[in-house]
Antibody, heavy 121, light 107 residues
Framework: QVQLVESGGGVVQPGGSLRLSCAAS????????MHWVRQAPGKGLEWVSF????????YYADFVKGRITISRDKSMNTVYLEMNSLRGEDTAVYYCAKDAQTWSAYYFDYWGQGTPVTVSS | EIVLTQSPDFQSVTPREKVTITCRAS??????LHWYQQKPGQSPKLLFQYASQSLSGVPSRFSGSGSGTDFTLTINSLEAEDAATYYCHQTKSLPFTFGGGTKVEIK
């Protein structure tokens, strides 16, 4: 069965950095684009970033552009989110999500359990 | 950016009542609208793709409809297990956006 397991979250000071990881299993990783979606405490869902199946296309939400880099390692079946210059408003649970179609339809059929990121001094 | 406006924000409903959630897009998104259910403490779950195509395992009391700018998620005969927050999501154009969510509470 499809499993997405995030890790790497934690408490970081404003201006700090974190690298989130998402280990995927149960499907052919190299066939699917992957996304990160976040949810601030008590708030709704926000799409953050996408990487295509082959890693050639990367998209970012405006609120993270220039501060975040998405990448993937096909040998490890893992997608990463490198976050820099973190701000208080980046505090959220970060979910890894699998694209629902092999042609990158940009919606999500499986989600991980999320990893919490807290930006605070 | 395409803005999705969901209504209502919150609904308290008696079991077996009908629930209607609407999602309005700020411009036409064809049928590139998807619905998720998020129960407390859980990750979201995809219910409907392309406005009206239900995913396997979604109870038949759920239905989705609409195209263009106006979409509806309907729950006929609400059950206790349907207590959750429901989100619409558009994939017509970047950035991919979500509605603000509709929390459904069981009375």
């Amino acid at each position: 069965q499809v499993q997405l397991v995030e890790s790497g979250g934690g408490v970081v000071q404003p201006g700090g950095s974190l690298r989130l990881s998402c280990a995927a299993s149960g499907f052919i990783f190299s066939n699917y684009g992957m996304h990160w979606v976040r949810q601030a405490p008590g708030k709704g869902l926000e799409w953050v970033s996408f990487i295509s199946s082959d890693g050639s296309k990367k998209y970012y939400a405006d609120f993270v552009k220039g501060r975040i880099t998405i990448s993937r390692d096909k040998s490890m079946n893992t997608v990463y989110l490198e976050m820099n210059s973190l701000r208080g408003e980046d505090t959220a649970v970060y979910y890894c999500a699998k694209d629902a179609q092999t042609w990158s339809a940009y919606y999500f059929d499986y989600w991980g359990q999320g990893t919490p990121v807290t930006v605070s001094s | 950016e395409i803005v999705l406006t969901q209504s209502p924000d919150f609904q308290s409903v008696t079991p077996r009542e009908k629930v209607t959630i609407t999602c309005r897009a700020s411009q036409s998104i064809d049928s590139l609208l998807h619905w998720y259910q998020q129960k407390p403490g859980q990750s979201p779950k995809l219910l409907f793709q392309y406005a009206s195509q239900s995913l396997s395992g979604v109870p038949s009391r759920f239905s989705g409809s609409g195209s263009g700018t106006d979409f509806t998620l309907t729950i006929n005969s609400l059950e206790a297990e349907d207590a959750a927050t429901y989100y619409c999501h558009q994939t017509k154009s970047l950035p991919f956006t979500f509605g603000g969510g509709t929390k459904v509470e069981i009375k």
